[in-house]
């Protein structure tokens, strides 16, 4: 299955992506970049840069580690929905895979899809319109992506 996350709030996507996994379904996700958080822009930005500032003192290399590039950022938040302690859990974050646009070619080969002539889903009935929001690349430039 592949769904196109434009427009999507991000939370409500993932939540989504997570149970088609937990249920056996590959899920895979084009334009993360272009999914939305709602919010004021700078209340968005305050509360990732508070999250940022969470650092293991005792030895760095052990995390926490922050995504900063938007496709890691989406599977991140996909990640946090799922039962990771449970094996269930950990073979279906295996089946969420996550791109920035829409990369025909690695589909292709990755995955055996043909872009073309498959359905994208749009999940219209997961949108909700939303006044105040900030997209999932702009919040990931803020941290630091180079995206």
């Known amino acids: 299955m592949i769904i196109d996350a434009e427009g999507h709030i991000l939370g409500r996507l993932a939540t989504w992506a997570a149970k ?63 039962p990771l302690n449970k094996s269930r859990g950990r073979e279906a974050f295996k089946r969420v ?16 899809v043909d872009v073309d002539n498959m359905e994208i889903q749009k999940l219209d009935h997961l949108k909700k319109s939303v006044d105040r929001y900030v997209t999932v690349a702009d919040v990931c430039r803020f941290i630091g992506s180079k995206c």
């Open 20 to 82: 088609q996994a937990l249920l056996g379904e590959n899920v895979i996700i084009i334009n993360a970049d272009k999914a939305i958080i709602s919010g004021r822009k700078d209340m968005v930005f305050e509360e990732y840069s508070e999250r940022l500032k969470i650092k293991n003192i005792g030895n760095y290399r052990k995390g926490p580690f922050h995504q900063r590039r938007p496709d890691k950022f989406v599977r991140r938040s996909i990640r946090g929905m799922l």
């Open 97 to 112: 895979m996550v791109y920035i646009n829409v990369p025909k070619r690695e589909l292709q080969q990755n995955h055996n």
